[in-house]
């Protein structure tokens, strides 16, 4: 297990980008609720506090919702201009202490699979802004599409992106549910499920599902879409929720592991999605 042997503050964005390309291998510091736990994971001694220097706000702009990256999980859940899908998943990070330290950017920078934001961020089609230490420049990408990219990359290059915002869209009539199974209220997420998709509203649409986005947390080393099932429910209303379910189980192909079977996580990730759509849809 590393200790930190050195701490950087820097007072601004321009600061934070000098001090990463003069230490590559420095960890940038947030909440500090992965980085700082006390676990055997081999990490950098080196850190760079972001604190002073990057943007914690929650905000509409335009027809976006902004979500400063050091904004809290507690700022989401308390925030009056989220949608009540996002506050959902904001509150279902284990208590308001980890909440009150844990962040929207630190949560998207680990992408673990048992993450509370990215199942509905994903959905929700969210993008982030980022910049780089070396371009100075900054890229605006699919939230999906850079979590991936980062997952293709090596350490140092998947360290070295910063992310500033997460830019939400509000789009009207899409309807949005988030659905998690935990061990214990204080525990992370062991299956999550999101969906997000509007209902046809006319003939021949009436009552059928449309651009409907389905991502899981906790059945693969992390969070991401599913397109096959997405195409299960794609153009038809839903069905009856065991039908869902039977639908749904055999297209998820868990591992077992010490949270749960993969018997028992294909089962209730069924009913999780199952859950979600409904609650959508109602």
Sequence with gaps: MSKVMRYIRPS??????????????????????LLLAGDDRAKSETVIDLGPSLDRRISRSGSYLSLGALATFQDLADSREAPPCLVEA??????????????????????????????????????IEVVSPYSKVEARFALEAWLRSRAEES????????????????????????RRWNRTACDLSVLGAA??????????????????????GGFGPR???????????????????????????PRLEPISDLR??????????????ADALLEAAS
Excluded at 12 to 33: D, I
Excluded at 155 to 178: I, K, N
Excluded at 260 to 273: N, P
Aim: proline share 5%; charged share 20%.
């Design 12 to 33: 601004s964005l321009e600061q934070v980008l000098a001090a990463k390309r003069a230490e590559p291998t420095a960890a940038y510091l947030a909440g500090g609720t």
């Design 90 to 127: 904001a509150l279902s990070m284990v208590n308001r202490n980890t909440r009150n330290r844990g962040t929207i950017g630190g949560n998207l920078g680990a992408d673990k699979s048992c993450s509370s934001l990215v199942p509905i961020l994903i959905v929700l089609g969210a993008e």
């Design 155 to 178: 350490q140092s290059e998947r360290l070295s992106d910063l992310a500033l915002r997460v830019l939400v869209p509000l789009e009207e009539g899409r309807l949005a549910a988030y």
């Design 195 to 216: 969906v997000s998709f509007r209902i046809g509203a006319g003939p021949p649409e009436a009552g059928s599902v449309r651009g409907l986005k389905v991502a899981l």
């Design 223 to 249: 969070a991401r879409s599913f397109r096959d099932i997405e195409a299960l429910f794609e153009g038809s209303p839903l069905p009856s929720r065991p039908e869902i379910e039977a639908l749904v189980a």
């Design 260 to 273: 749960a079977s993969g018997a028992f996580k294909r089962l209730r990730g069924s009913q999780l999605l």
